[in-house]
């Protein structure tokens, strides 16, 4: 079987880059410095951000349309700037990438 994965479409994304911190409180969404690299997987272009790169970190929601039985959620980074759909190899969001690391606005680094 030939199968191919893809990241998520950055059309819901692209006004998080504008907004101030306040505004994506209020989403509850966290804006994050990438302080190590790998560690901060991006869900769009299937790939781990760089260091100089800022990511948010925000609940998605997968099939909204689709009946309760195939609804799916959770959290995802998206890094900020990204253009493009990339189709690329699949990655893993693994156990809390941002675990114990304070938002940009707190200053970037671990606790």
Do not use: W
């Not at 893809?6 to 409180?25: I, Q, V, Y």
């Not at 948010?56 to 349309?65: G, I, T, Y």
Request: charged share 25%; aromatic share 6%.
């Amino acid at each position: 079987m030939t199968f191919r994965i893809k990241g998520l479409s950055p059309e819901p994304f692209k006004t998080l880059p504008d907004l101030p911190e306040h505004n994506l409180a209020t989403l509850g969404v966290i804006r994050y410095q990438v302080d190590s690299h790998p560690g901060f997987p991006d869900r769009i272009e299937l790939k781990d951000a760089e260091k100089v790169e800022s990511v948010v970190l925000l609940n998605h929601v997968c099939e909204p349309a689709l009946s309760v039985e195939f609804l799916s959620a959770g959290n995802i980074l998206y890094t900020l700037g990204i253009k493009d759909l990339t189709t690329a190899a699949a990655t893993r969001l693994g156990g809390g990438p941002c675990e114990g690391r304070k938002p940009a606005s707190e200053g970037s680094g671990r606790t």
